[in-house]
């Protein structure tokens, strides 16, 4: 067994070094010092202490441990591998310098305003332990403010320019000097001015001087102005003369023959109208006549690289020199498009498990065409097989499962309306119109068949990097429930809720989903993410519809649904490190059937259990409340679902080694019914509380570039199926398996 505690480092450490255990840092102020952010102040000092001690862990230092291990004895094959992950070099107390710490702690004081500092530093020794650590003390004084800033005069004739700068800049009077907040205030500058078309301009020309002779009681100047011997042409705004567009840019491209267009002021130059110009121009925010504007170039790559036809752009400006005034110089921008494969053929093959012991293949094709109509039109048609079959653990073993689907999407990356939008009304992108036809039949052996056709005609907006609306004002889908056998049918008629969701065929009407998502953004340490979908049918088609027998309402022969449902999934995630995180989320959801309908849809119903909900549950298998089958060993096609659902799910995430990754999570969650006639048990009630299925498990996870393939096992802690008084039992015998590709959440 290996000791690491601190007296197992303690015989390695050399007689004439101390272990180095690190510093203290405390800061006082001066009695007259006005200062508000210490504790800030505190963390950006603590950044210029060196070295790091040796890291602990509950008092060790395992890292130094395998270090002198490996180094001091012959430690075995274990020991090296170790050491290779977490050894750690030893930090001694002399390898602090003392002296050039004062001068960086010093100097760091300096650039926030606190000049004449009184810093001091003490070295403690604790001979017996063999340790030492070093004090720093400060003692702040009042620091230097800004009383005015101003552009210099001799900065003419760039004065005026530089003066409208500082008119807005966001360094308030009275602010104390901080050298950081002056690098950021010249960045500003020059990103302002060179959208303002200043495209030779640098923000190394901008000098920042501080005058602090006028006043005594710590006040100074800050005085703008421009560098000596800057090149006229770099303070002179630049306008654009031409735009060419090569929308076929491809190597190689000189052996093919180019033809010139001219459209709304550009040159599209292309083979045989690769893409019409008419649908490539609103995509371009660059214009003759314009000023130089990075922020438009941004926004135009941007822009151009969604529409999905383009595997990269590129935009460079050429400098016209023979066309220059006195007052503007001017530029050529070109504008090269490198497209994708028009056409591309791609084919999955995969074998899925699944928590209620399903396994087999399933077989999907893509044919997809990125310039269909030469705009940049998208056409997707894909083929879907699968099979799948139950392979143990249940009564139903051998019951299987086959799915065919076929069906097309047509994305066009612009969007579709009786009226017309002005080019430049979406900043960020354009919204994208999909359509979308399909077709599906589900075989269930011993139960049914299910045929459904779905459609639908909706618009896609990316508002910025976070924000995405999804509408869909026309979603139309058809259900058709085919070759019951008498098994499934005495399950509908012992069940009157499933039984009325699969009467209704028909679902018309319109979705709409809000999507928030700060996981793109990396460079945070709290990352949100919001997703919200609101879901309305049967409305619109109400006005046309007809009474049949039965005293429901009918729409072109078929019984149609009436229903609204909203949703919103909340998800926050926590970075500890680099690659260490706590990820939870919580889901809401509520579909309410009306008019024309007495339960949801089967296809628009809650389901809880299974690798995306609570893991410790087989898929579909928790709920609706307390409800409890008569055959606690079933496993069939049979899901346990609701209209209302609430989940709530806690995942601490980790580097295990390379590829391989760890988690620990626990899930909490249920689907309940509103309606009466719903499964014995499964009412929501304001006992709702103490029937979410709890669990808890870990994880491995093999994550290849964001590719992730999921192996969670987790254990049932709570079961609210059954009887109450038992329902508490961290079930570690009856462990669920689930393998899944990505994450949960």
Known sequence: MLIVSSCAVKKYIPEDELLFTGYDLEIKLDSLADVRDVADLKLQLEEVLTPKPNSTFLGMRPGLHYYYKVNKDSAGFIGRFINKKVGEKPVYLSDVQEETTLDLLRNRLENRGFFFSNISSETLKVADLKEGSVSYKISLPDPYRMKTYQVEPDSIPFYHVLENQVKESPIALNSRFDLSALKQERERIDTNLKNKGYYNFNSGFLIFQADTNRYDNKKFDL????????LSKSVKPYQIKTVNVYPYNITRSDSIAMDTVGYAGKDYIQKSNFFRPDRLDPFILIEPSDLYSPKKSKSTSRRLGSIGAYKFVNIEYTEMNGEANDSLNYLEANIYLSPLNKRAIRAELQAVTKSNDFAGPSLGLTYSNRNLFKGGEVFNLKATAAYEVQIAGSNNAGLTSTEFGLGGDLIFPR?????????NYFEYAIPKTKVSLSADILNRSQLYSLLT?????????QANKYVTHELNPASINYVNLLNTSEEFDAIL???????SSFEQQFISGLTYSFTYNEMVNQQKRALFYVNSTLDIAGNSISLWSKENEQGKNEFLGLEYAQYAKADVDLRFH?????????ATRFFAGYGLPYGNSDVLPFSKQYFAGGAYSVRAFRTRSLGPGTYSPDNSDDRSFFDQSGNLRLEANIEYRF?????????VFADAGNVWTTAKNGLPGGEF??????????????????????FVI??????????PSMPEGERWDFDLENPVFNFAIGYPF
């Open 710 to 719: 999921r192996f969670d096992l987790a254990a049932p802690w709570h079961d």
């Open 685 to 706: 009630g304001s006992n709702f509380i103490n029937e979410f299925g709890i669990g808890a498990g870990v994880g491995l996870r093999v994550d290849v570039q964001g």
């Open 415 to 423: 969007m579709l309306a009786p009226f017309t939008v002005d080019k």
């Open 453 to 461: 056709f779905s459609g639908s005609f909706g618009y896609v907006w």
């Open 223 to 230: 005085f703008l102005k421009l560098k000596k011997d800057v």
């Open 493 to 499: 008629s012992d069940n009157p809720f499933l039984q």
């Open 655 to 663: 580097p295990i080694y390379s590829y391989f990754k760890g988690a």
């Open 574 to 582: 926590y970075l500890l490190s680099k690659e260490s995180r706590l």
